[in-house]
């Protein structure tokens, strides 16, 4: 493929490059670690996946990581899965996420906003102060290193404090969002038995109040193990009998005692969407998370002190996780709890303006909502404070990129990033050095060497191929819950390039060193060799203004041939009639590949997704396929269950 974008859309000034965290931490890294002091990014990059150990010692020395006891060696085994960080090392991530209270304690930690779009501040004291207070009930509860504490919990500082308390005394921390049905919940917790459960009574939500009591009353009776229930009283509501209070555990004013745990002791537990079967409980570690954070947070996204991070997530997706990380550089993280788009299409821009954000990350759905609802940000809000506007959930496509830059400002830094829960970061995105052009994520990470192969493990440049990650990162799972035998992880990532991590994205690694993402290569269409990414229809055809959503499949035949219908969501008083049809096919067929235009263009009441808002391409391909809905997918991961009920019906038709 050639290169189509010869000029960036954004360059950052001399100015900038001198600030930023990252060049500052490569003249240090030159001077103390051998690393190149000319050759800007690119450098650097090679040096950090070239020279593995001594990049991430450096970065435990840049930031300053408190080793209780210290290491023997960075890295004692490289194999993937099973590579050995930092053995013999201890230490606490609660501990360094919350350091900046020893020097700002009545700077504000957390600026929590709901649907009011009123920032409240809890100060770096306080939040210190609660998390002592909760660290040590929890310790009277019996809780101990390894024990595994829950929360279903919106995006409120509750949630934060309960992680950061749990992760002061060893716990595991897992959390699901109270929009989750007790199914879901269920499918998670008890594969991990939690010995406490944070709960609220409900939560708010596009002007609403969703009363949560009964499912709460549920997973009490379907969670054996808990030996403690902790009611957050949201909506006001008495606790229910047996609950404990949040705010009896949480008055004390006590120093809090950090547990020093193993670099590799878990911190938390992630799972998969879980479209297909249970969800995969993904264990992280202490020591892996941290470093890794520190480095994409510190590094990448160039936070410290002085700036505040506001990322649109909720507590059932990682973004949450990495968005508490935000306290490990002294920022200021901002939670949000309410709906995207209430009381209108604008709401993120406007708590971006009142909470002060220096740092915005949202979704790339939410970027073209904000196109096709003609918002106009730079206008309407007082943006100024914003830095940088990142997007993750699915690939940006070029014309969100042209939107934000016309649309919010010029100079603004444009960082479209891209990885996974299975690692709770990046693989490739945002280098504040570096300049942005359209559609592309400007670079692999540092100490992550990111490949774009071919089928035979061939690296490849200008081409697409599959996403791999050939050295360990600190924050690749240590394991999976209920994976003895570690074949569930193995088969989930190392089973098609031994010894390589293959995360399931087609991907191009272009010559000049970004990164293009082309959707999930489980998913691929592939007609008559041509391999192309879902994304690709998807930023084509919903350029279209009649066309809300729309859900492309490809399905091998069992008669050696090909089907590929494209399903579309149409907008409110759009029809689908000829006229309609030809101007999909003509889009495809110009701005991607006379191939790829569908075999069929079926109107649909609307496209599936997972619980945390992505598109569910292999359980629909599965359904066409004949597959069972049971089968194909689990219904607990589903935004729409009903949804699903058209393709199964579409498929029974059409045998």
């Given at each position: ?197 944070f709960t609220v009574d409900g939560y708010r939500y596009g002007g609403k109040e969703h009363d949560r009591r ?239 192969w071919d089928p035979s493990g061939k690296p490849l440049t200008d081409e697409v191929g599959e996403l791999v ?187």
């Amino acid at each position: 493929m050639s290169i189509v974008n010869p000029q960036p859309l954004w360059q950052p000034d001399p100015e900038r490059i001198a600030q930023a965290q990252i060049t500052k931490f490569q003249a240090w890294a030159a001077q103390h670690h051998g690393a190149p002091g000319e050759g800007g990014y690119t450098a650097l990059h090679r040096w950090s996946v070239d020279e593995l150990d001594t990049f991430w010692r450096a970065v435990t020395e840049w930031f300053d990581v408190r080793f209780a006891t210290p290491y023997a060696r960075v890295l004692a085994d490289r194999s993937m899965p099973g590579a050995q960080w930092f053995p013999g090392a201890t230490l606490n991530y609660a501990e360094h996420a919350l350091r900046a209270a020893a020097t700002r304690p009545d700077e504000a930690a957390l600026l929590y906003v709901d649907e009011t779009h009123e920032p409240r501040p809890v100060t770096w004291s306080e939040l210190r102060r609660q998390v002592g207070s909760l660290a040590a009930e929890l310790r009277a509860l019996g809780v101990r290193p390894g024990d595994r504490v829950s929360g279903y919990l919106p995006n409120i500082p509750q949630a934060v404090v309960a992680l950061l308390a749990t992760a002061a005394v060893g716990g595991v921390w897992t959390s699901c969002a109270p929009d989750f049905g007790a199914r879901s919940v269920l499918d998670r917790f008890q594969q991990v038995e939690p010995v406490v459960l944070f709960t609220v009574d409900g939560y708010r939500y596009g002007g609403k109040e969703h009363d949560r009591r009964d499912i709460v009353a549920e997973l009490r009776r379907e969670l054996p193990t808990l030996r403690a229930v902790v009611h957050i009283p949201l909506l006001g509501t008495e606790a229910p009998e047996g609950a404990l209070q949040w705010s009896a555990l949480t008055s004390a004013d006590t120093e809090p005692v950090f547990e020093q745990v193993p670099f590799d002791h878990p911190l938390w537990v992630l799972y998969s969407s879980g479209t297909t079967g249970l969800p995969k409980a993904i264990v992280q570690s202490q020591g892996g998370i941290l470093v890794e954070h520190l480095k994409q947070l510190g590094l990448h996204c160039d936070l410290g002190p002085e700036d505040r991070f506001f990322w649109y997530t909720s507590t059932g997706w990682m973004m949450w996780n990495f968005l508490v990380s935000g306290l490990l550089t002294g920022t200021t993280i901002v939670l949000y709890d309410g709906s995207p788009g209430y009381p209108d299409t604008g709401a993120q821009w406007r708590v971006a303006e009142r909470t002060g954000a220096t740092l915005y990350g949202t979704s790339a759905a939410y970027v073209m909502a904000c196109r096709k609802a003609d918002i106009h940000p730079g206008r309407d809000y007082d943006l100024s404070r914003v830095q940088c506007v990142a997007t993750t959930g699915s690939p940006l496509p070029p014309d969100g990129f042209r939107w934000l830059h016309d649309e919010v400002r010029h100079d603004l830094w444009i960082a479209s990033v891209s990885g996974g829960t299975d690692v709770c970061s990046c693989f490739a995105g945002a280098v504040p050095t570096l300049p942005v052009y359209i559609g592309e994520l400007q670079a692999p990470g540092l100490g992550t060497d990111l490949q774009s192969w071919d089928p035979s493990g061939k690296p490849l440049t200008d081409e697409v191929g599959e996403l791999v990650v050939t050295n360990p990162m600190p924050s690749m799972p240590i394991y999976f819950w209920n994976d003895p035998d570690g074949s569930r992880y193995h088969d989930s990532y190392f089973d098609t390039y031994p010894g390589v991590w293959r995360h399931g994205d087609w991907i191009t690694v272009t010559s000049r060193g970004s990164v293009i993402i082309h959707g999930r290569s489980d998913s691929t269409l592939n007609r008559q060799g041509v391999r192309m990414g879902s994304a690709d229809i998807y930023e084509a055809v919903e350029r279209l203004p009649e066309i809300r959503e729309s859900l492309v499949i490809g399905i091998e035949q069992p008669d050696g041939g090909y089907w590929m219908p494209l399903f579309v969501h149409l907008a409110p008083g759009a029809v689908l009639d000829e006229a309609l049809l030809n101007r999909i096919k003509q889009t495809i067929r110009e701005q991607l590949s006379p191939r790829h235009i569908p075999d069929e263009i079926i109107e649909v009441p609307g496209i599936p997704h997972t619980l945390t808002g992505k598109r569910i391409e292999v359980p629909v391909k599965r359904l066409l396929q004949g597959t069972p809905l049971e089968k194909a997918v689990n219904p607990g991961s589903i935004d729409n269950l009903d949804l699903l009920h058209f393709y199964e019906d579409l498929a029974r038709k059409r045998t």
